[in-house]
């Protein structure tokens, strides 16, 4: 029903591959219902750890992973793959769960992947997914975030992002001063807006009313 209907889907995929085959699978329903590739947008859940260095967001990012007690990590890493972490030891790795046991949404599903995919342990794994509210997340100075942004954009990974700031005001302070200029020098991100409404802003069509 999402390509019928819905103007914005919100995605949590982890990799750029992941994301443009989810793009391209939604973007491909479109026209059976009378829609083009523009009335669904869709939005990329992101995380953004960014410093004036490579360092520097690695060092905000390592000490938010240290303020995170193994009980909460635990407690909320269940919650997410719907399984109970406790019987799992915290230096050992992440199971594979199977799918139809990984929680109620692609959120534990790709948590599971990640950890999979890099190796992780119990730990390594809450402590990731914790700071960055279980979505993906994009960690570097200016250039690399802007890098990898633009990457997933023109490479059909998502119609655009929505940002998440793992503390404020300071993570948001950062980004838009930092990472805002870049996209801008790069035609990527808007000086202006063009509209007053979210919907304008988006490029979204307004829909038909009136009865038929």
Known sequence: MSTRHADCIFAIE??????????????????????????????????????????????????????????????????????????????????????????????????????KEQGLTVSETYRRILPQMAGNMFKGDAMQIADVMEAWYKGKGCDGFMIAAPVVPTGLERFTRLVVPELQRRGLFRKEYEGRTLRDNLGLKRPARGLK
């Open 14 to 115: 982890a990799t750029l591959p992941a994301a443009q085959k989810l793009y391209a699978d939604f973007k491909g329903r479109l026209g059976k219902y009378g829609r083009g590739p523009d009335d669904l947008k869709i939005l990329a859940g992101v995380t953004i750890f960014v410093g004036e260095t490579q360092q520097q967001a690695d060092d905000l990012a390592g000490e938010l992973d240290d303020l995170v007690p193994p009980a909460v990590g635990v407690d909320y890493l269940s919650k997410m793959v719907g399984r109970n972490m406790k019987d799992y030891p915290l230096d050992g790795p992440m199971p594979e769960f199977s799918e139809e046991h990984v929680g109620q949404r692609s959120i534990g599903r790709a948590i599971v992947q990640v950890a």
